[in-house]
């Protein structure tokens, strides 16, 4: 649980201080960039397809994870918004909520 709670803690780091920067530099204009890049069906378009999937699946195991009650769905609108911004803060709280387990981290409200 240490590794995975390290990996969670250096993740965020990372993503907020990229985020930072980039919108400092670049601006806060991510939809045009991402949307664009969609639509033209390269590399581009390829990586953001699978990040699409890849949060919205993240998106619906968080929200089943609360149970599909109004903060699982809070929780699930910010984590589609908010990527690993939002997951990874989210999962390092979850792994210390749980104590330290594993199967409870996973499961949230269905763990009993």
Known sequence: MTLFRSFLSVSTVLIF???IYVI???GFNWTTIYFSDLLK???RSQFNTDLLIYISLMTIWITWREGFTP???LFGFL???GGAMFACPYLLFSTYKANGDFKSVLLGVHTS
């Open 17 to 19: 201080t990229v985020s």
């Open 24 to 26: 400092v530099t670049l």
């Open 79 to 81: 984590n589609f918004f």
């Open 71 to 73: 903060k699982g769905f």
């Open 41 to 43: 069906l390269d590399w």
